[in-house]
């Protein structure tokens, strides 16, 4: 691997980093009822655990509910207690039509508790970011080693990883203060 390509492998993982971050925000329950919070809820299905969101039909019929309907009938009870192990907090109500999820207004205590993990969340991805540096480093003094790069070259290189550390790491900054912020507004 020469050092152009150890400089597009951390730029890759770095955005990994903040993409799965993401992928976890969208996880968290805010005031408004939406499908991702059901990412984390998997099932029971024919011996194989798979999200709810395969398993069934997921709807925002109002602002504060979840509607979902299983594609096969006998998933329902499945359905139901995977949501009752899950920490979502909320017990699914089944009408006949289909498992209805109604998110209550969020308590001041339970977002400052989401901020909180949002916040941890945010820290986990830096030092995702941060892992990335240091790997792209040792891979350029690695090559430094093997005579294949200058030093005066390496000092470039560990400048540009930096540049791109302090960028992903304000990205994520910026992203959890954006989540907390959606948290927090009432």
Do not use: C, W
């Not at 955005?15 to 998997?42: C, E, Q, W």
């Not at 907090?89 to 498992?99: E, F, K, R, S």
């Not at 690695?142 to 302090?166: F, S």
């Not at 959890?176 to 927090?184: D, F, I, N």
């Amino acid at each position: 691997m020469n050092a152009q390509e150890i400089l597009q492998d951390a730029e890759h993982r770095m955005k990994a980093a903040i993409d799965a971050m993401n992928h976890d925000f969208a996880s968290y329950r805010t005031g408004r009822a939406t499908p991702n919070v059901l990412d984390r809820v998997h099932v029971d299905y024919y011996g194989t655990e798979t999200p709810v969101n395969q398993v069934a039909n997921v709807s925002v019929p109002e602002p504060r509910q979840l509607l979902i309907v299983p594609y096969d009938k006998s998933m329902y009870p499945v359905i139901e207690r995977a949501i009752m192990k899950s920490d979502l907090g909320i017990n699914p109500v089944n009408d006949g039509t289909g498992i209805r999820l109604n998110f209550p207004q969020m308590t001041e205590d339970r977002r400052k508790d989401m901020a909180k993990q949002v916040h941890a969340r945010t820290e986990t991805a830096r030092i995702a970011i941060r892992n990335v540096r240091r790997d792209a480093i040792d891979h350029i003094k690695g090559l430094e080693k093997k005579k294949e790069v200058t030093e005066d070259e390496v000092k470039g290189y560990e400048a540009k990883i930096q540049k791109l550390t302090d960028t992903f790491v304000h990205q994520a900054d910026d992203l959890g203060k954006k989540k907390e912020a959606e948290l927090m507004q009432v």
